[in-house]
Structure formats: structure tokens, C-alpha cells
């Protein structure tokens, strides 16, 4: 007869197909009946982070729940960072772990409850009876509330006989997030009216746009009011019109295109927390700024913000599309009207304002130039690469296909400012929401299960890199020909030199003896590659220009400046002086 194990295992097949893990004791059942009995494919980590890390990722990279597991105790605890992160994320999925007899814990279990709800993370915990009915209950909650689960197998059940599987209803998602009532109304009317009247309209958006299919709405907002676009570093690529778009705002952004975002008159916010970062530590935009917000969120989650709608992303744009084009459709009166702010040559319009046809800030500004990086030196002052130019020469030779994975630390500057991808799921930030480092190596899995068919980039840190090293063979593992990492060796934790260094503090906690990656990567399988000149880069072209099936995964051990500072930590810096 099932187990109990097997019924959660046969239970959460039906609506998950990737489960990472490493097995123990308190999920050996689970494990087996998920081999033996199920289609879903089962990943092997090193680490138990790992393995909710690479949940983590193989939702951020395809929009699909997926599973972890660990067994009960040290391993349970092993994921806690990682599931902070998936918290603070708002990223769904289950973590199946084993629990403590339902008898009473043993000397070596703990309050594995406990410990998930204050990272923030529910528990259920199965019985022999409502097994297969507490797993949907739980992959539901992942789902509806946007977080992770942990759903508990007490050691004493697991292998009890639990009969046949019962047929479980499919889990309940709750429709998209209308904004309701005559408060949310009087405000779409006021958003849309300044978007008519403004002179310098501003559009920005982040992740919770992306995730609600916002793109298609917004864009036509941004066509609708001839609105200048930006993202956050998670939002990236959401907006269809590239030539008007400045890129990511923040520490991320270029500084002329920042100057422009100051120069908006209305700026419209669409599912973007506005955290500190996005908002440069206040400086995101001018006093005179008109900010609303849109976001799913009870109220706003900025003191700038002067107007709030409760919605979902795509609800709102569609909504305010239709107002703009409802009250400029009468008014076609062909004048233009010269923007005091710009001189030259008009290149047209878009939209009616107030009866008149105003010329579209877009078409006024040289988003090109606004958006260009400082290129850098081939290699800086103290004769190492200047990660700069290293960024961008890497921009140059990765396949276009890529979808970038990145850990947390002071490099996280480079792939970010120097990278392009088309679509948000394309860069992916594991750990910053809990401003943890070492989660990078385990991204790969699950991105490369998500995403089978493209090229994985992991941009990593030495730090982040050493702390999660168990997972490098599962990486390398998992991705194989598909799979690249850049590791930005600057022998330094980074952002801490960066910042206490500067400050006077003993270094020597904060410095790293140089650590040959090359050779870790060579002692899994994989080819590494120590670069200390930019025509060392040049193994990438050749390198990708091999079909996947006949080439090893490659890692770059870039040996990079610690004197070249990113400009988003030069901000942190500066608040923190």
C-alpha cells in the first residue's frame, strides 16, 4: 500500500516536475516514491541551501513552482538563509522536509516550526489521513501568497501505510488584483490626467509588472503618452521599446540616464517596491516630481509617493491606456507645442494633451547616450583587469541565449550595468533580498531545469564562490556544455573592504588568500580558465561557437581590480560616510 510519503509524493508530481534536494533519514520514503513512482525529475545537491536555492531559481527563471527537500534537523536548518531569501523574494515553492516523531522531538531535533515562521515561512504537517490534501494545501498557500512552504513529514509517519491516494482537487489561485471602489476610480482618473498634462512623463517598473504579463499594457501606456521607460535591476527588459528605454534606475543605472529620470515631471510606478537601492537612497527623483504607484502591496512603500492604486500591474496599465486614449480621441487639433526644457528639431508626436499635440519627451533626449557605461581600462592601476572592461568584452562574446544567474556581492555591479538581456527572467538576483552571499553555485541547477535549452551565466564572487563550493560539481553537474561562471577574483571580500576599509577597519578579516578557481572547476569535470588580460577572453567565442553536446562547462577566474569601485557601491558609500 502508499506511504504516506508516497501520497505526498504522488500529490505534488501533479503539480510540480522539478524537486532538488540532498536525502537524509526524514525524507528517504519521500525520495524513494518519488523516484520509483513519479515523473517529476529529482536534482541531487551538496548543500541543503542548495537545494531550495535552485527551487528558488527554477521559478525565477521559468514562473513554475518547484520543490525542495532536506531531511529533519541539521539539514532542515541548513536551508533556513535560503528560504529567507525565498521569503523576503516572494517566491513560491514547497520545501518537503522530515520532522520529529509526532511522540515528541529526540535529542538531536529542534522547533523546525519555530525556526521557519521566523524566517518567515508556514509549516504543514502531514498525518496518515490528509496526507495528499495537506500538499495541496500547502502548494496552494505557496502560490496565493507568492512564498515559500515547508510541508513536514514526522520520522514516525512517513512509512506508514496510508491506503490508496484519494483525488485531490486542484489548488485554488486567486484571480488577478482589480483595483475597486470609487477611491481607486477618482485615482486612475488623476493618474491618467497627469500623464496627459505632464511634459516629461516617466513610466518605471519592476518585477511584480513582469510577473503580472504587464509588458504588452505598459508599453502601450508608454506609446500612449510618449513616456520615457525604466526598470529595477529584477524588472529589466519588461518594457517591448528598447529605444526608449533608460535601463535599470538605481546604483545599477547609467548617471545620464538618472539625470533624466530627475527631469520627469510625472513618473508612474508599476510593481516595484521602491526599495532603497531603486530609489538611490532618496535621490531617484526631483522634489517636483509627481510619483504614483502601482502595486499589489495594502498601501504605498515609499514616502514619495503622492497617489496609490491597489492592483494588479497589467489590470492598471490597461485601465489607464483606455482613460488617456478616451480623453485625448476628441482633441486632434495637429499644433505642437515646443517643450521649453529642449531646442532643435521636433521628430513628431504622440498623443494629444489638453486639446493640443504636444512632442514626446522621448523623441527630444539621446536615450543612447544616456544610457552608456564608463568603458574602463584594459587593466587598472595596481596591473589586474579592470572589471569594467572585462564586463564588457564579456557582453560582447556571451551567447545571446544566455540567462544570467547571479550571487551576491560587490561584482554584482558588473552584470548588471554591462550585461543586456531581453527579459527579466534572463537576470536573476539570488540573495539580495536577504543580502546574503553564496548562493550562486545551486542557481545554475535549477536555472538549467527550468531553461534546458539556453546558456547558464553565473556571476559570482571569490567569497560567494568559496562559501558555496560544494555546489560547484553540482553545477557543473546539472548544466554541463550549457553552463558558464564568471567568477570576479578580487582576493577580497569586496563591499566590505569597500566599505569598512575605507573606513579605517583592519582589513586582514576581510581579505581572501587568491584562490585558483580554474582548478576547482578542473577537479569536477569542468574547464577553467585563470584571466588576467582581456585577450584572454577571447577562449569565449571559441568556446560557445562548440555545440553544447561537445563542450565542457567553462569557468572564467577573471583576476580583477579591488582599487575599481562600482558606482552603486560609491552610493552606498557615500550614504553610509
Known amino acids: 500500500m502508499p506511504t504516506v510519503s508516497a501520497h505526498v509524493a504522488l500529490t505534488l508530481a501533479q503539480h510540480i516536475d522539478a524537486v532538488f534536494g540532498v536525502m537524509g533519514n526524514g525524507n528517504a520514503y519521500f525520495l524513494d516514491a518519488l523516484e520509483r513512482q513519479t515523473s517529476a525529475e529529482f536534482t541531487a545537491v551538496r548543500h541543503e541551501q542548495g537545494a531550495v536555492v535552485a527551487a528558488d531559481a527554477h521559478h525565477r527563471a521559468s514562473g513554475r513552482i518547484a520543490a525542495a527537500t532536506a531531511t529533519y534537523g541539521a539539514g532542515f536548518t541548513n536551508t533556513l538563509t535560503a528560504l529567507a531569501e525565498s521569503v523576503q523574494a516572494h517566491v513560491p515553492l514547497v520545501l518537503v522536509v522530515g520532522d520529529e516523531p509526532t511522540s515528541g522531538p529526540r535529542p538531536w531535533d529542534v522547533d523546525q516550526i519555530a525556526l521557519a515562521s521566523a524566517v518567515g515561512a508556514r509549516t504543514y504537517t502531514v498525518g496518515r489521513t490528509d496526507a495528499a490534501a495537506t500538499t495541496i494545501i500547502a502548494i496552494e498557500h505557496a502560490l496565493t501568497y507568492r512564498v515559500p512552504v515547508v510541508l513536514a513529514i514526522p520520522y514516525d509517519v512517513a512509512s506508514l501505510d496510508a491506503g490508496d491516494v484519494p483525488p485531490a482537487p486542484a489548488p485554488?489561485?486567486?484571480?488577478?488584483?482589480?483595483?475597486?471602489?470609487?477611491?481607486s476610480d477618482g485615482m486612475l482618473d488623476d493618474i491618467a490626467g497627469a500623464l496627459r498634462d505632464a511634459e516629461r512623463p516617466f513610466l518605471l517598473a519592476g518585477r511584480g509588472a513582469w510577473l503580472a504579463g504587464a509588458s504588452d499594457a505598459l508599453g502601450a501606456l508608454a506609446e500612449a503618452t510618449g513616456a520615457l521607460t525604466a526598470s529595477t535591476a529584477l524588472g529589466r527588459g519588461v518594457f517591448p521599446a528598447a529605444e526608449y528605454d533608460l535601463g535599470v534606475t538605481g546604483g545599477f543605472g547609467a548617471e545620464g540616464a538618472m539625470a533624466l529620470v530627475r527631469e520627469a515631471d510625472v513618473a508612474v510606478v508599476f510593481g516595484a517596491s521602491l526599495n532603497q537601492f531603486t530609489m538611490r537612497f532618496g535621490e531617484l527623483f526631483a522634489p517636483g516630481t509627481r510619483v504614483f504607484q502601482v502595486d499589489v502591496a495594502p498601501a504605498a512603500t515609499h514616502a514619495h509617493v503622492g497617489g496609490f492604486v491597489r492592483g494588479d500591474a497589467r489590470l492598471v496599465a490597461e485601465a489607464l491606456a483606455e482613460r488617456v486614449a478616451a480623453a485625448t480621441a476628441p482633441h486632434n487639433s495637429g499644433a505642437l507645442v515646443q517643450d521649453p526644457h529642449y531646442s532643435g528639431e521636433q521628430h513628431g508626436s504622440e498623443g494629444s494633451f489638453s486639446g493640443v499635440m504636444r512632442a514626446a519627451w522621448r523623441e527630444q533626449v539621446d536615450v543612447a547616450s544616456a544610457r552608456a557605461y564608463e568603458r574602463g581600462d584594459d587593466l587598472a592601476p595596481d596591473g589586474r583587469l579592470d572589471p569594467r572592461s572585462a564586463a564588457r568584452r564579456l557582453a560582447e562574446l556571451l551567447p545571446e541565449d544566455r540567462v544570467v544567474v547571479s550571487d551576491g556581492g560587490h561584482f554584482i555591479g558588473w552584470a548588471n550595468m554591462y550585461w543586456p538581456v531581453a527579459t527579466p527572467d534572463r537576470m536573476?538576483?539570488?540573495?539580495?533580498?536577504?543580502?546574503?552571499?553564496?548562493?550562486?553555485?545551486?542557481?545554475?541547477?535549477?536555472a538549467t531545469r527550468a531553461r534546458p535549452e539556453q546558456t547558464i551565466v553565473l556571476t559570482s564572487g571569490d567569497g560567494g564562490g568559496l562559501m558555496a563550493i560544494a555546489d560547484l560539481e553540482s553545477a557543473v553537474r546539472a548544466a554541463g556544455g550549457r553552463g558558464c561562471a564568471v567568477i570576479w577574483n578580487d582576493a577580497a571580500y569586496g563591499a566590505e573592504i569597500n566599505l569598512y576599509g575605507l573606513k579605517g577597519l583592519a582589513e586582514?578579516?576581510?581579505?581572501?588568500?587568491?584562490?585558483?578557481?580554474?582548478?576547482?572547476?578542473?577537479?569536477?569535470?569542468?574547464?577553467?580558465?585563470?584571466?588576467?588580460?582581456?585577450?584572454d577572453l577571447d577562449r569565449v567565442a571559441t568556446w560557445a561557437a562548440i555545440p553544447a553536446a561537445e563542450r565542457s562547462f567553462l569557468l572564467l577566474d577573471l583576476r580583477i581590480s579591488g582599487e575599481v569601485i562600482a558606482p552603486y557601491q560609491q552610493e552606498i558609500i557615500r550614504v553610509n560616510s
Not at 489561485?173 to 477611491?183: Q, T
Not at 572547476?521 to 585577450?535: F, I, K
Open 428 to 446: 536573476m538576483m539570488i540573495g539580495t533580498a536577504f543580502q546574503a552571499i553564496g548562493q550562486g553555485w545551486p542557481s545554475v541547477v535549477g
Open 172 to 183: 485554488r489561485i486567486p484571480l488577478p488584483l482589480s483595483p475597486r471602489g470609487e477611491f
Open 508 to 535: 586582514g578579516p576581510m581579505r581572501i588568500p587568491e584562490v585558483n578557481f580554474a582548478a576547482f572547476a578542473a577537479a569536477v569535470g569542468a574547464e577553467g580558465l585563470v584571466v588576467r588580460a582581456l585577450e
